[in-house]
């Protein structure tokens, strides 16, 4: 009770802070909120207005009340420390009193656990540009909506709250997305693959490298009358191109050259934890797409896995999805049946994730291809006897399942786990 007392004092006082210093120094806001490809968006849209401008951008996933004004602040996490949780605050005035140099873009992630979180942000945000990726038919943390409505409702009051005349960039894909226009008040831009959007992706394509292991993606933007190929290292993942499709509409709307934006743009780093490509034990690759899970976002993951070329096997680690309440029986079930399409080996981690494993068997997978276990690390050290030369391994579930220990435990260069994983700093790793 106290804990929480002084958690709700220290955000009220940063988001006070935040507020006086937007006042001050008038940055232009670009704020980015969606069920899915959040992070890969703004992380784009960095890459591609840090050419011209000073920008800085939300770390890591600090979308929260508390995260957005840390963000704002350019002040880390303080955990569980009390201390550094002053020091924020103190920096946080430093800011407001003295005159320092700062960014002239903030690119801020946005996102909704429950009921009012984004309303509560967009009661003092008022962004310039604001940004909406996917929400997909069940959204994560519907659990705590009473349905997907109440999600799109949520998302909707960043979209009331942009400044008059602000620019409003949607995912033409996504019906509930795109439904969003209605509460806009500037103009609208669309982006996607298929013919609604204004800037559109075309051509997808996986790049393997001389072995004939996945190494990226390839597509072509087209745009009035321009279409230029794009490359994507590091993924295997077409989702990625829907954030590269935001950073280019907002690069263009900006005046910079299409051309010139796409040379820029190539720059771009895929996050960890999200489709990225790691090499694996064994001559095998992972596709560790570990950071979260949601049905829209875990079936992309396995029909990325089906688009995949491979003379080895199709292995899928699938985790509990959590959040999605009466809907969680249902989709963990839609799961199970398209995976058993798509792998020749489903590895489950969880006790919601056997419902996968047992639809997948309901639907014809075999019982010796079928494999479940309680925790992430015991999946890994198991799948270490089960992996083999040129095999594909999607690792894919909730945060709260640490699936990123399947992958540790199969990486062919544990080493680099702090650079290439998820989930590695010291409060995490503390973790059970």
Known sequence: MIKRLLKNIVT???QL??????YKYKPKIIAVTGNVGKTSAKDAIYVLLSKAYYVRKSEKSFNSELGVPLTILGCESGWNSPRLWMANIIEGLALIVLKNHYPKWLILEVGADRPGDILRIAKWLSPDIVVVTHIGEVPVHVEFFKSGKEVVAEK????????EGGLLYLNADDEQVLSMKEHSRGKVFTFGMGEKASMRATNEQILYNQNGDPA???FKVDYGESSVPVRVQGTAGFSYAYAVLAALSIGVSEGFNLLSAVEWIQEYETPPGRLKIIEGMKHTTILDDSYNASPAALSAALHTLAAIETKGRKIAVLGDMMELGKHSTDEHKKAGAL??????ILVTVGLRAKTIALEAHVKKMGKRSIFS??????????????VAEKD?????????MRMERVVEELMAYPENKRKLLVRQEAQWLSRP
């Open 12 to 14: 009220r006082i940063l």
């Open 17 to 22: 802070e935040a507020r006086m210093v937007l």
């Open 156 to 163: 909707s009051h960043l979209v009331a709250a942009l400044k």
């Open 216 to 218: 990226g993606v390839t």
């Open 339 to 344: 995976a058993a399409s798509v792998c020749d």
């Open 373 to 386: 276990f309680d925790d992430a690390r015991e999946a890994g050290v198991a799948l270490k006897h089960i």
């Open 392 to 400: 594909i391994i999607l690792v894919k579930g909730s945060q709260s």
